[in-house]
């Protein structure tokens, strides 16, 4: 059973080292609070109740209250605040 679990976990880790290799966005949801975006292009618009940003395959658009972009780097950005959605648009909708 340990193997299995060692097994399970190496390919787990595999595929998800290639979605980082090919620039595919990853977005994590923390409790409506904070949302995280790896590989990302850029900010597109900026508001305190809307925040538009860029990805390889379209936009993440976060709506709600108060937020702000409490870091920003060449590949992460987390965006803070009340967060009431998070949608994304693929391509140049």
Known sequence: MGRHRLWRRLAE???TENLSVSKVPLIELYGGRRV???????VQEYTDDFI?????CGQVCISGRNLRLALMSQERLVICGCIDSVHMKEGNR
């Open 36 to 42: 995280l975006i790896e590989n990302h292009a850029g």
């Open 13 to 15: 880790d595999l595929q």
């Open 52 to 56: 538009c940003v860029r990805v390889k």
